[in-house]
Nanobody, 116 residues
Framework: QVQLAESGGGSVQPGGSRRLSCGAS??????????MGWYRQAPGKQRELVAA???????NYADSVKGRFTISREYAKNTVYLQMNSLKPEDTAIYYC????????WGRGTQVSVSS
């Protein structure tokens, strides 16, 4: 079984930065073989993929965040990060971490609010 816990959300002004973290825990001692990533969902909108990373380091980004967001992994801590720079009001959403094993595991989400 896998449990995911996101952290790092909060309020920030436009142009600011935040770093989200997602830690994986459970019966396994390591999660290094599993792809992980981030989705987000704004009020009234569909959940959308933000960024994904494989164990080999290959990454994918939504066009709307490319060049501003960076996804990375720290394998020793079973943790994935999302560094968010040059934040815009349209980045406001709940951000969800996921991990792919046989099925997809989800965190409960962390709120990011971008406004003046």
């Amino acid at each position: 079984q896998v449990q995911l816990a996101e952290s790092g959300g909060g309020s920030v002004q436009p142009g600011g930065s935040r770093r989200l973290s997602c830690g994986a825990s459970g019966s396994r001692s390591t999660f290094t073989i599993y792809p992980m990533g981030w989705y987000r969902q704004a009020p009234g909108k569909q959940r959308e993929l933000v960024a994904a990373i494989t164990t080999g380091g290959s990454t994918n980004y939504a066009d709307s965040v490319k060049g501003r967001f960076t996804i990375s992994r720290e394998y020793a801590k079973n943790t994935v990060y999302l560094q968010m720079n040059s934040l815009k009001p349209e980045d406001t959403a709940i951000y969800y971490c996921y991990l792919d094993e046989i099925g997809r595991y989800w965190g409960r989400g962390t709120q990011v609010s971008v406004s003046s």
